[in-house]
């Protein structure tokens, strides 16, 4: 369930993203007069002006301007699809796992990534230095690899775990 949450979202926020760079590229090269009218809005004002725009039978690029900028504004439908998404996501996690949403740095988004990391590979949790391997946390040796004396070992971070 977290999975498919996980895609649906994905895929929104990308779609969400595509439109906004879609509508401001159509706004630079839109007549005079249309971009002046929409000049100097905060983004979810010029989004719901945009929504509101009257498709006139205004010939030539004005009115497909025009056109094409109120079908783009489907983007605040897609807010709200990531929003509702979010919500799950964050009902989900707290039904499977009560009480994770309340480490401190623990959100919705990770505590479904490690859910889903942890639910794909249950095998491999069976210490906590093997869960902190899972996420990519464990201090691993770093080594340039010349010889060096044991009191001088370092340790990083690895840079693997479940992404």
Do not use: W, Y
């Amino acid at each position: 369930m977290l999975r498919l949450f996980k895609l649906a979202k994905r895929s929104a926020i990308k779609s969400r993203a595509q439109a906004i760079n879609q509508l401001k590229s159509i706004l630079v090269s839109a007549d005079v007069d249309l971009r002046e009218s929409l000049a100097g809005l905060s983004n979810p004002r010029l989004f719901r002006r945009c929504a509101e725009l009257d498709i006139l039978q205004v010939p030539g690029p004005a009115g497909a301007a025009r056109h094409v900028l109120r079908l783009l504004a489907r983007l605040q439908h897609l807010t709200a699809e990531i929003d509702d998404l979010n919500e799950r996501i964050a009902a989900a996690v707290e039904a499977s796992t009560p009480g994770l949403l309340d480490v401190r740095g623990v959100g919705p988004d990770s505590a479904a990534a490690l859910l889903i990391s942890a639910g794909d590979n249950p095998e491999r949790l069976d210490s906590e230095a093997s869960f902190a391997a899972l996420c990519g946390t464990s201090p691993v040796e770093a080594s340039s690899g010349t010889f060096m004396p044991l009191s001088s070992h370092t340790a990083r971070v690895p840079d693997g775990g479940a992404r």
